[in-house]
């Protein structure tokens, strides 16, 4: 006959985080991109499917996080923090942050596995409704991971090739994203049989003519900054002084292209000129034999 070990369960250690372990509390994150918005992606879908998932797998569901558009480039977004705070220092135990897929979550692969692996020794698991894994075991555990890793491959690959698009709109001599201030851009939708000249065009606006007149005050008439803001303050154009820095050591607007992806490499953009060289090189004190050019971003 065994012997009644029952009277020595006072003594036994027990996992405290069983309960959760066993535990059906869960909370909700959804993120989306602006394209993958139009994708099918929509934040509605992601929430109705999770929705399904969890009634199905008796689920409680204790809060909502996302539901905003947030980069998966890294783990520092505003809400997956706000999300992961959550579930740590819940008063109300959660077993289970519940996604639509695992890049949802995260893209970042190694730092996602870090995440999760950190998150399983608090008992909480990461459930992606289309890809299912039982972490708790082994297999699974590889599974899901295995998926974080191919994420983070995808977002490299869509990385690269969104780089050589914009290069080569560089080389080409359009600008690849919004032009700086003082012009308007059309950008059309790209069409079969199109090309760039059809479907993007950067123009001079108002604003733009007033800047123009910012670059002959301090190129011919040698204005300071300080000054130049006044009078632009006075022709209904407020800028700040850094602002305005930028902008008169921004390139763009006589004509040339600058950006760190061409790594320092002067491009002659086909966008409309605000001033000639000659007096951009002036403003910035500078000739063509000690002239480099700095990116310029506003």
């Known amino acids: 006959m065994k012997p009644d070990l029952d009277i020595f369960k006072p003594f036994a250690r027990k996992n405290k985080f069983a309960e959760r372990i066993e535990g059906s509390n869960c909370i909700i994150y959804t993120r989306v991109s602006s394209k993958e918005q139009e994708q099918g992606y929509s934040l509605e879908t992601q929430k109705r499917e999770i929705e399904i998932a969890c009634e199905k797998n008796g689920f409680t569901i204790l809060n909502y996080f996302g539901g905003v558009f947030e980069s998966a480039k890294t783990d520092e977004r505003e809400e997956f923090s706000r999300m992961l705070k959550f579930a740590r220092q819940s008063k109300v135990k959660v077993s289970y942050i519940v996604v639509y897929s695992v890049d949802r979550f995260s893209r970042s692969g190694a730092n996602a596995i870090y995440i999760t692996d950190q998150l399983l020794k608090e008992n909480i698991k ?8 039982d972490t708790s075991t082994s297999s699974g555990k590889f599974q899901q991971n295995i ?15 969104c780089s050589a698009g914009i290069k080569e709109m560089l080389l080409n001599g359009y600008w690849p994203v919004k032009a700086p201030i003082g012009y308007d ?7 079969e049989n199109s090309n760039l000249d059809q479907r993007q065009k950067i123009t001079v606006n108002e ?20 000054e130049i803001l006044g009078m632009l303050k006075n022709a209904g154009l407020n800028l700040r002084k850094g602002r305005l ?21 002067p491009i002659e953009g086909k966008h409309e000129k605000l001033i000639p060289r000659e007096i951009f090189l002036a403003a910035n004190n500078t000739n063509k034999r000690n002239l480099t050019f700095k990116e310029g971003k506003d």
């Open 207 to 226: 604003t733009g003519k007033l800047i123009r007149k910012a670059f002959y005050w301090k190129a011919e008439d040698k204005l300071t900054n300080t």
């Open 126 to 133: 990461v459930f992606a409704v289309t890809q299912p894994s």
């Open 185 to 191: 851009q059309i950008t059309r939708k790209k069409r």
């Open 245 to 265: 820095a930028k902008i008169l050591r921004n390139p763009f607007y006589c004509g040339i292209m600058t950006h760190n992806i061409l790594n320092g490499q």
């Open 147 to 161: 998926h974080f890793i191919f994420s983070q491959y995808d977002n490299d690959q869509r990385r690269e090739k």
